[in-house]
């Protein structure tokens, strides 16, 4: 059985056609992410030696990415966005290849007609990255078996908006390096289990009061309306209303309702990513640490027992003087 480990890591930056500008010898800081649903990213800060200063002063945000790798293994990519330079240091923030397309609009007006949401997805993607492509591959991982209906205008609102809005209706994304995994929301697969061994700085396990709703009620474009749940038997009668006007219609917007009553009933149980450290004797491979696959936990340190499958969302690795971190951010399956 792989276990956790200890990392070290290593940085590269190079150019948008593939050449290197340099490497990082010296990082002193190293941060980086992966999120289910939204844009990752990582931030280095390199200590300049020899003739690396003055490659350093060649980063420009866009043209250039940054490359990260722990123990010589390809971990994490994106574009520049903001470089520092100071008196020793360059500090260098870059956001994972989704990040484009908060930058891209569509390019083409299109109507789908009860059609997949994975495979919505998959355009939106795709349309974003064709006329500039800086290196992509887009995966699905399963068919969502949502089936609805969306309109996207050429030139209106930006792609990762749009993306994002998808995301709250039935899929789930994520970037790994240069792949982008498009998966239905009740995916999880399981890649380990974990206990309170696993957590040596303790857990901060948390019930999520405010996103509770026994009866959910999305409105889509021109009244379309979705309605899923009603008076529970334990909780009573809790009813939240959201607007999601890119749904178009009834079943999307049904789907959409069921969603997320599915996600926050009963009251959602979260293991805080802030405190959520793993230990390096964890039976558990940080490849497989992927936001919307699922871990089993159980743990029975705290007053509020928990002994479930729980979701990736989140993955924050950051290395300094003091060693590396690696934290998870956990939240109920859903399934």
């Known amino acids: 059985m792989p276990t956790l480990g200890c990392g070290s890591h290593s940085a590269r930056i190079v150019d948008r056609d593939g050449a290197t500008i340099t490497d990082a010898h010296v990082l002193t800081r190293v941060e980086w992410t992966r999120v289910l649903d939204d844009t990752s990213s990582a931030t280095v800060t390199i200590r300049p030696d020899g003739g690396c200063c003055r490659l350093l002063d060649r980063v420009r945000t866009w043209r250039h990415n940054l490359q990260i790798y722990r123990n010589d293994d390809f971990v994490w990519e994106g574009p520049i966005i903001l470089p520092d330079w100071s008196g020793d240091e360059v500090s260098i923030q870059a956001v994972d290849v989704l990040g484009w397309l908060d930058r891209r609009v569509p390019?083409?007006?299109?109507?789908?007609?009860?059609?997949?949401?994975?495979?919505?997805?998959?355009?939106?993607?795709?349309?974003?990255?064709?006329?500039?492509?800086?290196?992509?591959?887009?995966?699905?991982?399963g068919r969502s078996r949502i089936l609805g209906d969306r309109e996207y205008v050429k030139d209106i609102e930006q792609t990762g908006d749009h993306l994002r809005r998808l995301a709250e209706t039935g899929i789930d994304y994520t970037a790994v390096g240069?792949?982008?995994?498009?998966?239905?929301?009740?995916?999880?697969?399981?890649?380990?289990?974990?206990?309170?061994?696993?957590?040596?700085?303790?857990?901060?396990?948390?019930?999520?009061?405010?996103?509770?709703?026994?009866?959910?009620?999305?409105?889509?474009?021109?009244?379309?309306?979705?309605?899923?749940?009603?008076?529970?038997?334990?909780?009573?009668?809790?009813?939240?209303?959201?607007?999601?006007?890119?749904?178009?219609?009834?079943?999307?917007?049904?789907?959409?309702?069921?969603?997320?009553r599915r996600g926050s009933l009963p009251a959602p149980v979260f293991i805080s990513s802030q405190e959520a450290t793993l230990?390096?004797?964890?039976?558990?491979?940080?490849?497989?640490?992927?936001?919307?696959?699922?871990?089993?936990?159980?743990?029975?340190?705290?007053?509020?027992?928990?002994?479930?499958?729980?979701?990736?969302?989140?993955?924050?690795?950051?290395?300094?003087?003091?060693?590396?971190?690696?934290?998870?951010?956990?939240?109920?399956?859903?399934?």
């Not at 021109?222 to 749940?229: E, L, N, S, T």
């Not at 607007?243 to 999307?252: A, F, G, H």
């Open 279 to 335: 230990s390096p004797e964890a039976s558990i491979d940080l490849a497989s640490l992927v936001p919307g696959w699922c871990v089993d936990v159980t743990s029975t340190r705290t007053c509020r027992t928990i002994s479930q499958s729980m979701k990736i969302n989140g993955v924050k690795v950051t290395e300094d003087a003091s060693g590396e971190t690696v934290a998870v951010h956990l939240a109920p399956a859903g399934v």
């Open 107 to 141: 390019h083409e007006s299109i109507h789908f007609t009860r059609r997949d949401l994975t495979e919505i997805a998959a355009w939106l993607i795709e349309d974003g990255f064709t006329p500039d492509d800086p290196g992509h591959d887009v995966q699905i991982i």
């Open 178 to 260: 240069r792949r982008i995994l498009i998966l239905p929301e009740d995916h999880c697969e399981r890649v380990g289990r974990l206990t309170d061994a696993d957590f040596p700085d303790g857990l901060t396990v948390s019930e999520d009061g405010t996103a509770i709703g026994t009866r959910w009620i999305v409105e889509g474009r021109d009244g379309v309306m979705g309605i899923d749940g009603g008076k529970d038997a334990y909780y009573g009668l809790l009813e939240q209303y959201v607007e999601e006007s890119s749904i178009l219609d009834e079943p999307s917007a049904l789907a959409a309702a069921r969603s997320r």
